[in-house]
C-alpha cells in the first residue's frame, strides 16, 4: 500500500526527532539530554515528542522494533528442510559476512555504546528488548511447530536462539568499544558464531525442521 502524504509527513517527522536526540545523546551522553532540550533542538514542542516516543529511552532505541522481530522473521522464513536454529545462524552468519551496520558492525558504533554503558536507564530498556525477543521468538516458535500450550520447548529453544544473538550482539559491540575495525571484528565474529553453534545440541540445531509443503 502505497504511503499517504500524512503518513509520510509523520514518519519524517519521528525520524527528525529520532536524528537530533540521537546527536544530543552522543555528544553529551544520556542523561545530561532533557526532553525539553530535544524538542528545541528539533524545533517541536515538548507535547509533540512525547507522541512520538513514550518514553526517554524510546528516542535511544527507536530501531528496537527491528531487533525484536528479527529472529521470528528468520524462523518464518527458514528453508524446507531447515530448522529453526540453522536459519538463525545462516542469517546471522550473513549479516557477519556482509558487515552489517543491524548488528553494530559499523565504524562509530563504539560511541553508541559508551552511552548505554554510562546510562543505567539505557542498560535497563536494552534487557527489556533481550526480553522481548525472547517472547516473540517464543510466540512464533508456537506457532510455526503447533505446540500444545503447556509445551515448554518453544520457550527453551526461544531463549537459546534469543542467546545467539545477545551474545554475539553483546562481543561486537564490546571489541567496537575498543576502537576495532568492522571488518576486522566481523572475521572473529564468524570464529565466534562457529564456537556457539557448537554448544548447542543435536535436539536444538534439529527443531522445528520446516516439512515439504
Excluded at 522481548?132 to 515448554?152: K, M, W
Excluded at 534439529?206 to 515439504?212: D, G, I, K, L, T
Amino acid at each position: 500500500m502505497a504511503e499517504g502524504l500524512r503518513e509520510r509527513k509523520k514518519r519524517q517527522t519521528r525520524q527528525h526527532i529520532s536524528d537530533v536526540a540521537t546527536g544530543l545523546f552522543l555528544e553529551r551522553g544520556f542523561d545530561a539530554v532533557t526532553i525539553a532540550e530535544i524538542a528545541e533542538a528539533a524545533d517541536v514542542s515538548v507535547n509533540t515528542v512525547y507522541n512520538y516516543f513514550p518514553a526517554k529511552e524510546d528516542l535511544f532505541f527507536d530501531r528496537s522494533k527491528g531487533i525484536v522481530d528479527r529472529l521470528p522473521r528468520y524462523v518464518r522464513g527458514r528453508d524446507e528442510g531447515e530448522s529453526a536454529a540453522a536459519a538463525v545462524l545462516r542469517e546471522l552468519h550473513r549479516e557477519v559476512e556482509e558487515v552489517a551496520p543491524s548488528i553494530g558492525l559499523i565504524d562509530g558504533y563504539a560511541r553508541f555504546m559508551r552511552v548505554v554503558m554510562e546510562a543505567q536507564a539505557l542498560r535497563s530498556r536494552l534487557w527489556a528488548i533481550q526480553q522481548e525477543v525472547v517472547e516473540s521468538l517464543e510466540r512464533t516458535l508456537r506457532e510455526e511447530t503447533g505446540a500444545a500450550a503447556g509445551d515448554p520447548l518453544p520457550a527453551l529453544m526461544a531463549g537459546q536462539l534469543a542467546w545467539l544473538q545477545s551474545t554475539l550482539m553483546g562481543w561486537i559491540g564490546g571489541e567496537m568499544v575498543k576502537g576495532r575495525k568492522a571488518v576486522e571484528v566481523s572475521r572473529e565474529a564468524l570464529v565466534l558464531l562457529d564456537g556457539m553453534e557448537e554448544l548447542l545440541s543435536d535436539k536444538a540445531l534439529n527443531y522445528a525442521v520446516r516439512s515439504a509443503e
